[in-house]
């Protein structure tokens, strides 16, 4: 079993945190923005804490999350024209007439386009973690609203960095989750659309995907054998 230093802080500041920071509430579908930060194709070589085609999946399932949610979804890049790169194509297809920021909380019109959602949770992502994620989620905190920073979506130089960063937010009532963990409060009871929360897994997570192929193959075996 692996253990380390960081991860026993990690522990004892999620303990602290259940003491000076609000009770967790769950997502609510009717109450929540997803807010994507710096994810360009430059920016992206930064990501050190995950493998690059295991980030871009984890940031994909989550923007598509969104998307089946019918979820507004709010774009911050920065410098876009120089060698921090546009915003991943992957995504401005996904939402093509999303908004897109520069500079995060520090740009009225960026605020404005949050305020303006009528939204008090935001789901948050981005790179680098301990930058712009960070930074706006315990913004966002101090401005009255609920923040939920997504760990596996979010990518920074290291892990020592990255685990600094999530012990920062923690302490400052920041909810760390996954992207899976976010389409699960979201969709909390999927006997609503199991088909559909079905797709959205299998599309990102290839061992839910046997799961399914494997539960697929068994239905019509059953079937066959009547």
């Known amino acids: 079993m692996r253990f380390s230093f960081a991860t026993a802080l990690i522990g004892v500041a999620a303990l602290i ?57 709010i774009f911050a890049t920065v410098l876009d024209k120089d060698p921090n790169g546009a915003l991943l194509p992957s995504l401005k297809k996904l939402f093509p007439d999303a908004f897109s920021y520069q500079s995060p909380w520090d740009v009225p019109e960026f605020v404005k386009a949050i305020k303006d959602t009528g939204k008090k949770q935001l789901v948050i992502a981005g790179v680098v973690t301990d930058v712009c994620v960070a930074f706006t989620s315990l913004f966002a905190k101090e401005a009255g609203y609920e923040a939920f920073a997504v760990i596996d979506s979010s990518g920074t130089f290291n892990e020592a960095v990255r685990d600094d960063s999530w012990l920062r937010m923690q302490a400052g ?8 963990s976010v389409a699960c409060k979201l969709g909390r009871d999927r006997r609503h659309d199991i088909t559909g929360m079905a797709v959205l897994f299998a599309n990102r997570l290839p061992s839910y995907s046997h799961f399914m192929d494997s539960f697929n193959a068994a239905q019509a075996a059953l079937e066959g054998a009547k």
Request: aromatic share 14%; proline share 3%.
């Open 17 to 73: 945190s259940t003491v000076s920071a609000d009770f967790y509430n769950r997502l609510n579908v009717n109450d929540t923005v997803f807010v994507l930060i710096d994810h360009q194709t430059g920016l992206l070589n930064l990501v050190g804490d995950y493998q690059p085609d295991a980030f871009l999946n984890n940031v994909m399932g989550l923007a598509e999350t969104a998307k089946y949610f019918n979820i507004p979804m």
């Open 173 to 180: 009532g920041v909810q760390l989750m996954n992207w899976f």
